[in-house]
């Protein structure tokens, strides 16, 4: 029998990569549970939308009555829960979205996963998980040594990272609790296709190509450990198959670089491919800008636990997986313009005082 998988969130960024690979590479049947908010990107999922193994249910996972139905009618075998929202500014800017989404839209799916779990008997009820898919974020800054591990402690610094690491709590809770059959997952910083623009590699790409300023935050000496989306994705379908209940798993690719590292390496693959109209070189568009509030200095995961006990590991190399990236973005104008046009137009965000909204 085909497993079936509820992917909450599968018209984002990192959801539509699960989607893609679920269908290529495996014999899944697939619900696709996404609210369509801005970030969403229905075209992601445009080669495999024909599928008969695909599914489309638009809905907000805070909707319990929409989140009870959508167990009742698919019957999943596992949750992959990627729907949340992501970006660091605008949870500074207005960090109660983040809370209705990330830990109470988490814990209205938590309630209706587990109510549905409760139901199931003999073998349906043992091969139920849900996978949690969250952050490295939720650990806070590192100082210049040191790696992330499953159990470094949680001290998250933006609301954003606060947000998530309440949703990883509830999520070990209703494990713990109530016996639900979770996994968490922690990521580090993912880029390749279809990545929305306000996120650092796609922004600076789009900027460039316009012949704007290239904002870098701070002196840019910021460290990301850089994970191309098609591993994580991989990586999201060995734990969700192959982990171990109750556990956590990080989810990184050993590569380490500055944020002015990574804005230096596209402006000389743009050079390449892209040249400017007055032959100058990309990268005298670089204008350090004032810090993000509360910028984390370093982050960098360690992977051996799933490496050794799941068999998984990067497969892209990052410089090459980098050119793959210019090169989408460049082939694919017309999906940037046209998510840029309509969403988000490359302003700055995240300086504006906090304020409650309703």
């Given at each position: 029998m085909n497993a079936r998988i509820m992917v909450t969130g599968g018209a984002g960024f990192i959801g539509s990569a699960v989607i893609r690979h679920l269908i290529a590479e495996t014999d899944a049947l697939v619900l696709?549970?996404?609210?369509?908010?801005?970030?969403?990107?229905?075209?992601?999922?445009?080669?495999?939308?024909?599928?008969?193994?695909?599914?489309?249910?638009?809905?907000?996972?805070?909707?319990?009555?929409?989140?009870?139905?959508?167990?009742?009618?698919?019957?999943?075998?596992?949750?992959?829960?990627?729907?949340?929202?992501?970006?660091?500014?605008?949870?500074?800017?207005?960090?109660?979205?983040?809370?209705k989404t990330n830990v109470v839209?988490?814990?209205?799916?938590?309630?209706?996963?587990?109510?549905?779990?409760?139901?199931?008997?003999?073998?349906?009820?043992?091969?139920?998980?849900?996978?949690?898919v969250s952050t490295d974020e939720v650990f806070g800054s590192l100082p210049p040594t040191g790696l992330f591990t499953e159990t470094s402690p949680y001290a998250p610094n933006s609301?954003?990272?606060?947000?998530?690491?309440?949703?990883?709590?509830?999520?070990?809770?209703?494990?713990?609790?109530?016996?639900?059959?979770?996994m968490v997952t922690n990521c580090s910083n993912n880029y390749g296709p279809y990545q929305f623009p306000e996120k650092l590699i796609p922004l600076m790409i789009i900027k460039a190509l316009a012949e704007?300023?290239?904002?870098?935050?701070?002196?840019?000496?910021?460290?990301?450990?850089?994970?191309?989306?098609?591993?994580?994705?991989?990586?999201?379908c060995v734990v969700l198959k192959r982990g171990r209940v109750g556990e956590s798993y990080n989810i990184g690719a050993r590569c380490e670089r500055t944020n002015i590292e990574v804005v230096q390496r596209l402006c000389t693959i743009l050079d390449r491919l892209r040249p400017r109209p007055s032959v100058q070189p990309h990268r005298n568009l670089i204008n350090l800008v004032t810090d993000r509030p509360g910028h984390d200095q370093r982050y960098a995961m360690d992977p051996t636990k799933i490496e050794r006990e799941l068999g998984w590991s990067c497969r892209t190399d990052f410089d090459s997986g980098l050119e793959e990236?210019?090169?989408?973005?460049?082939?694919?104008?017309?999906?940037?313009?046209?998510?840029?046009?309509?969403?988000?137009?490359?302003?700055?965000?995240?300086?504006?005082?906090?304020?409650?909204?309703?």
């Open positions: 696709n549970v996404d609210k369509l908010t801005y970030a969403a990107s229905p075209e992601a999922l445009t080669s495999i939308a024909g599928n008969d193994r695909y599914q489309f249910l638009q809905a907000d996972i805070g909707d319990g009555r929409a989140m009870r139905d959508a167990f009742a009618r698919h019957q999943p075998d596992g949750v992959l829960h990627l729907a949340a929202e992501t970006h660091v500014d605008r949870s500074i800017d207005g960090p109660t979205t983040f809370i839209g988490t814990q209205t799916l938590l309630d209706a996963a587990l109510d549905y779990w409760r139901e199931l008997r003999g073998e349906a009820k043992t091969r139920f998980r849900f996978l949690q609301p954003y990272a606060a947000s998530k690491a309440a949703a990883d709590h509830l999520v070990r809770a209703w494990h713990k609790t109530f016996g639900l059959p979770t704007e300023p290239l904002p870098v935050y701070g002196r840019g000496d910021q460290i990301r450990d850089w994970l191309h989306v098609e591993d994580h994705a991989s990586g999201l990236t210019v090169r989408w973005y460049l082939d694919n104008r017309t999906w940037w313009a046209n998510t840029r046009e309509r969403h988000y137009g490359g302003e700055r965000l995240g300086l504006t005082a906090s304020r409650a909204t309703t």
